[in-house]
């Protein structure tokens, strides 16, 4: 009879075979060659037409808490007024406040999270967002179209300014701007270059899965991660995050799950054995609620899909296409652009690229 430490070796080494076994099959769907998309030549019309916006948009008064009222308007009690947009150590990090473990909470993952703040200085996560009483905001999505509208001098007038995953400046900074205050990632979408990493901005982790907190503390250390933590990544993660430790923050998760369960009203969690129920809100929309918690008010840049045109461009960085998205299992994009039309409508955003309801989608298509 076989003892049991043996028994679990086995299945040890049968989960990490399986596991292998599903990222190589994953890195080669990956490597097979996949549909270019061109960017299309911008008219000249529409470039005026949302610089124009934009500019009235910053002109306005801000209104103090603007967003955040707003929001508590339309969701009530599915908006919370008093969540903080990054985590911090104290009486509220518990079990009791977390009932879900990543990424809608840190169920299980308490002392983890603990032990990671300790490695960055105790400091006001808030800070460096002070600078006025009345803050705007502007997350600035990944989208194609943004390419071509020469946005760049408009979005870096905001005062925070919210960027996500890998998305790059240098070189796009004309359509897209300089500044990035906060830029909000998890492992996967990190930038590689340092180029896109700023002395003073703020680096917000989001975390999806267990293997995310130990290359979060590998970031903290500048250590470097073992080759077995690196296989639980679906593709290369940074090797170095080149920005102080005072600079790092922690999403709160409960940031996610108001996003998800709350306000799109997605299915609550359940135990699987692999990834999620096409619950888990894409880190824009999500970006987009963390911005009304932390901003007066708010504006969004380069949002919208258009899947009704699968050959257009996904992003304005790269040459990859529209239909990728619609083949997500792991986001609802038409729920969530119901969400995002809803906000606009209701004046709770501002849409200064127009892609929320497509009033440019025509013009994007020449």
Request: hydrophobic residues 40%; contains cysteine.
């Amino acid at each position: 009879m076989r003892r049991p430490s043996s028994i679990f070796r086995t299945a040890s080494r049968f989960a990490g075979v399986f596991l292998l076994s599903l990222c190589i099959v994953y890195f080669v769907k990956l490597s097979l060659p996949s549909k270019k998309c061109n960017m299309k030549n911008v008219d000249p019309v529409r470039v005026k037409r949302t610089q124009i916006y934009a500019k009235e948009v910053l002109e306005r008064t801000c209104q103090p808490s603007f967003a955040k009222k707003e929001m508590y308007r339309l969701f009530r009690e599915k908006y919370s007024m008093n969540l903080a947009s990054f985590i911090s150590d104290g009486p509220h990090l518990n079990e009791s406040s977390f009932k879900y473990g990543p990424p809608f909470g840190f169920h299980k993952y308490i002392e983890v999270v603990r032990s990671l703040l300790k490695l960055m200085p105790d400091k006001d996560l808030t800070e460096p967002l002070k600078s006025k009483t009345c803050k705007r905001c502007i997350v600035v999505g990944n989208g194609g179209i943004l390419h071509g509208l020469q946005m760049g001098h408009a979005v870096d007038q905001y005062d925070i300014v919210i960027r996500l995953n890998n998305a790059p400046v240098h070189g796009f900074a004309k359509d897209v701007g300089n500044k990035t205050t906060i830029r909000m990632t998890y492992p996967e979408g990190a930038p590689v270059s340092t180029q896109e990493y700023h002395h003073n901005g703020l680096f917000v982790a989001v975390f999806f899965k267990s293997v995310d907190f130990r290359w979060l503390q590998a970031m903290l250390k500048n250590e470097s991660l073992s080759m077995w933590n690196r296989m639980f990544f679906w593709k290369q993660v940074a090797e170095n995050i080149p920005v102080q430790a005072k600079q790092f923050r922690i999403l709160n998760p409960l940031i996610i799950k108001e996003t998800a369960i709350d306000i799109l009203q997605y299915p609550e969690p359940r135990d699987i054995w692999w990834g999620w129920d096409k619950n888990v809100p894409t880190l824009g929309c999500t970006a987009v609620v963390m911005a009304t918690h932390l901003c007066d008010e708010v504006s969004l840049a380069g949002f919208g899909y258009d899947l009704s045109q699968l050959g257009s461009p996904l992003h304005y960085y790269d040459d990859r296409c529209m239909a990728e998205m619609k083949e997500s299992h792991t986001h609802d994009v038409t729920q969530e652009t119901k969400l995002l039309q809803t906000l606009v409508k209701e004046g709770v955003v501002k849409d200064i690229t127009g892609g929320i309801h497509c009033q440019f989608c025509n013009d994007a298509r020449r």
